[in-house]
């Protein structure tokens, strides 16, 4: 069972950058899905979850506004959307899984995938 990421790289401040994440097989549907982030020295911290059915989404308030979380459940993918990004955005970005909705939120992630650079340049 893996959670593939990718779409990280270099962007200027104030550019956008679309991450997703491939859960490899379609058990992943069931699951809520979320995006976390550590950068350096820092902790990891909450970015955005969304429950199975993509109806429900939550956001850090460093992101609301300027992130979107979304899934396609046919594609067995989530994705990140970040627009209007930051230098503070710096980071390594993580999608994880976890059964219920509650459970991204409190970090109680059964499944992490491996993550994937994100540089803000100023």
């Known amino acids: 069972v893996q959670l593939q990421a990718s779409g990280g790289g270099l962007v200027q401040a104030g550019g956008s950058l679309r991450l997703s994440c491939a859960p490899s097989d379609r058990t992943f549907n069931k699951y809520s899905m979320g995006w976390f982030r550590q950068a350096p020295g820092k902790e990891r911290e909450f970015v955005a979850r969304?429950?199975?059915?993509?109806?429900?989404?939550d956001y850090a308030e460093a992101v609301k506004g300027r992130f979107t979380i979304s899934r396609d459940n046919a594609r067995i993918s989530v994705y990140l959307q970040m627009n209007s990004l930051k230098s503070e955005d710096t980071a390594v970005y993580y999608c994880?899984?976890?059964?219920?909705?509650?459970?991204?939120?409190?970090?109680?992630?059964?499944?992490w995938g491996q993550g994937t650079q994100v540089t803000v340049s100023s």
């Open positions: 994880a899984a976890a059964s219920t909705w509650s459970q991204v939120r409190r970090y109680e992630v059964e499944y």
């Open positions: 969304i429950d199975w059915s993509g109806s429900l989404t």
